[in-house]
């Protein structure tokens, strides 16, 4: 199983609701990621975990607020969004993560937010 | 922040022919990748390679890589249909970071 899953596809919401982002691996990856991306850009990286704890931040708002219960799901909690947080979310996985590890990154399909 | 750039930023070809696109990276690197991405959705890997290679194939994929030059370029040939995408290169620093160009949007038209 080489596939990263995540739900919801689409979700709009409103400006004061909180929603999460869901995703999940099942090829033993113990890296996990959080990209944002914009319409004609290139993802942006927001937030990884390594072996479960969170290693970097990419001076994320604290709207968004990740949680990783355990090395095959990831969450990304969102609270008191702007409109201009609408846009792509992806998520991604690899087999390790941290200083001096690189290798392929697997991406799930990503959740097409909408803040009204 | 933004590693690479990449050029053309767009192209459009003709089925059967040959599509090549640039990337342009601007600190050392462990290796460098190339993505595609389909209208929309999530991206998918298409080939790795590290700092020491020069030259990598994956079926219809060449991808160059002169680190002197700071430059990677792939190469897709006999391009169909199914290869409109928009292509992304992205280099891994040592700590393991992704950092995407600005990417190509390619068209292949029957």
């Known amino acids: 199983d080489t596939e990263v899953t995540q739900t919801p596809k689409h979700l709009v919401m409103g400006m004061t609701n909180k929603k999460s982002l869901k995703c999940e691996q099942h090829m033993g990856h113990r890296a996990m990621y959080w990209y944002k991306q914009k319409a004609k850009k290139p993802p942006e990286l927001m937030f990884v975990?390594?072996?479960?704890?969170?290693?970097i931040n990419e001076s994320v708002p604290s709207r968004f607020s990740p949680e990783c219960p355990n090395s095959s799901l990831l969450n990304l909690h969102l609270h008191a969004l702007q409109p201009e947080d609408s846009a792509l979310y992806l998520c991604a996985s690899s087999q390790a993560g941290g200083q001096g590890l690189t290798d392929t990154q697997y991406f799930g399909p990503g959740t097409r937010l909408t803040v009204l | 922040s933004q590693q690479g750039e990449e050029d053309p930023q767009a192209l459009s070809i003709q089925e059967g022919e040959n599509a090549t696109m640039n990337c342009s990276y601007k600190t050392s690197i462990n290796n460098l990748q190339w993505y595609r991405q389909n209208s929309g959705r999530g991206l998918v890997h298409l080939i790795l390679i590290r700092s020491n290679e020069r030259e990598k194939h994956s079926g219809r994929l060449r991808v160059t890589l002169d680190t002197s030059k700071k430059s990677s370029s792939l190469l897709i040939t006999a391009s169909r249909a199914a290869d409109t995408a928009s292509y992304f290169c992205?280099?891994?620093?040592?700590?393991?970071?992704?950092?995407f160009g600005a990417g190509t949007q390619v068209v292949v038209t029957p």
């Open positions: 975990y390594s072996y479960e704890k969170l290693s």
């Open positions: 992205a280099t891994t620093d040592s700590w393991g970071k992704l950092q």
